[in-house]
């Protein structure tokens, strides 16, 4: 298993703003997710964060307003970006365990922009 | 997005019973499926996965997998009103997981 500490646990923000958020792992891992997951909404996958290459964004997402880094094996940070109300959400950072094992989730960033 | 599917309840129950939840997924490529709880406020943790066609058992929770109907289910048995939380199926046609909409569970004491 993997354990993983994710900051700042939540946070209220003025819209305009940009807020990061570190995701760090106990171990290893190839690829790291985000994921947002809006009130009363399921898991969203966001993009895939791979270490030494860009990020890859699912569709209606954007490396504008989610701008990812992936420094080393064990440590990534999601950045939203000129923040609107709409953006208020969960934010998770996710690993996966090994080849067709689970995911682990970090405890998520519980955003508010005002 | 691979699309997954799941009826969003809320689903009630009452203690003992058994409690089915179905979820559907649209991409015939996908090769690991899992079921995740989620309490409120918390991340999902994992209660089982399943690759192979068939069902597995463990404990009170047994997942049935169809690949030819595009179809993932979990039984619960015996419900107890800590099964109450939100499930979430979740498909992974490799790498990345994508999940459901989630079913709203309620165990009734």
């Known amino acids: 298993s993997a354990v993983i500490s994710q900051k700042p646990s939540r946070d209220i923000c003025q819209r305009g703003t940009s807020l990061t958020i570190q995701c760090q792992v106990d171990?290893?891992?190839?690829?790291m997710f985000w994921y947002r997951q809006q009130p009363g909404q399921s898991l969203t996958l966001i993009a895939t964060a791979n270490q030494g290459s860009e990020a890859t964004y699912e569709s209606g997402f954007v490396i504008d307003k989610f701008p990812i880094s992936r420094p080393n094996l064990t440590f990534s940070t999601l950045t939203v970006s000129n923040m609107s109300p709409e953006d208020s959400s969960i934010y998770l950072c996710?690993?996966?365990?090994?080849?067709?094992?689970?995911?682990?989730f970090g405890q998520g960033t519980r955003l508010t922009v005002v | 997005q691979k699309e997954v599917e799941q009826n969003s309840g809320p689903l009630s129950v009452p203690e003992g019973a058994i409690a089915s939840l179905n979820c559907t997924y649209s991409d015939r490529g996908s090769q690991s499926f899992f079921w995740y709880r989620q309490y409120s406020g918390k991340s999902p943790e994992l209660i089982m996965f399943?690759?192979?066609?068939g069902d597995k058992e463990d404990g009170r929770f047994t997942a049935q997998l169809n690949k030819a109907s595009q179809y993932v289910s979990l039984l619960i048995r015996d419900s107890q009103p800590s099964d109450s939380a939100t499930y979430l199926c979740?498909?992974?046609?490799?790498?990345?997981?994508?999940f459901g909409t989630g079913t709203s569970l309620t165990v009734i004491p």
């Open positions: 399943i690759y192979s066609n």
């Open positions: 979740a498909v992974s046609p490799g790498n990345q997981f994508y």
């Open positions: 996710s690993v996966e365990g090994g080849a067709q094992t689970e995911a682990f």
């Open positions: 171990s290893q891992v190839t690829m």
